[in-house]
């Protein structure tokens, strides 16, 4: 019974749709800025290949020859493992972290989503409408002393009216309560 009701749930669920409406959302505020982004490369571009092309490739040899001299010379065999042992418990910890973040993320864009779809439908303006309803107070009901007088006038209306429900369910209260003492008398 529990796989069907995860099951409904899962089917019924809109959330991943949300999702994926708000990736779309996303998507194409990013590509609106690509052409500005190329703009900027193309006239980097000139300036980084010159760069590039003045670079010795015996200096940036002798440096990358250097650097893994220094790695590998720093390395001890008797703290590799235990190195190792961090390492992998380090990474326990970030994968965690990560799934934290993941969900995260995962709701933001579900809740932008969401927002997307309802600005699709026009139900923004809706939305609007129901927090102004429920901002604005409702008229003032009268308090619960004075409803006592007003239901104990309902019930001597109702005896007259034997066709009122509330009323006569009461009555076959009393009658149950009279007939309970007369039976203990």
């Known amino acids: 019974m529990a796989i069907a009701d995860d099951l409904k749930k899962t089917l019924t669920d809109p959330t991943p749709l949300y999702f994926a409406a708000g990736t779309a959302d996303l998507a194409v505020q990013q590509a609106k800025k690509v052409p500005a982004l190329i703009e900027q490369l193309r006239t980097e571009a000139p300036a980084r290949i010159e760069a590039v092309k003045n670079t010795d490739p015996k200096a940036v040899q002798e440096a990358v020859t250097a650097k893994v001299t220094e790695v590998f010379g ?90 009122a429900k509330k009323p006569a369910a009461r009555r076959g209260t009393a009658k149950k309560a009279a007939a309970g003492t007369g039976e203990e008398a």
């Open 74 to 163: 720093s390395i001890d065999p008797k703290k590799l493992g235990e190195t190792a042992q961090d390492l992998a418990l380090r990474g326990v910890g970030v994968a965690a972290e990560y799934a934290v973040r993941a969900k995260e993320t995962y709701d933001k864009v579900a809740e932008h989503g969401e927002q997307t779809v309802r600005a699709w439908r026009g139900e923004v303006a809706d939305e609007i409408v129901d927090i102004a309803g429920a901002v604005e107070p409702e008229p003032v009901r009268e308090p619960a002393p004075a409803e006592a007088p007003a239901e104990a006038a309902a019930e001597a209306d109702a005896e007259e009216k034997p066709a």
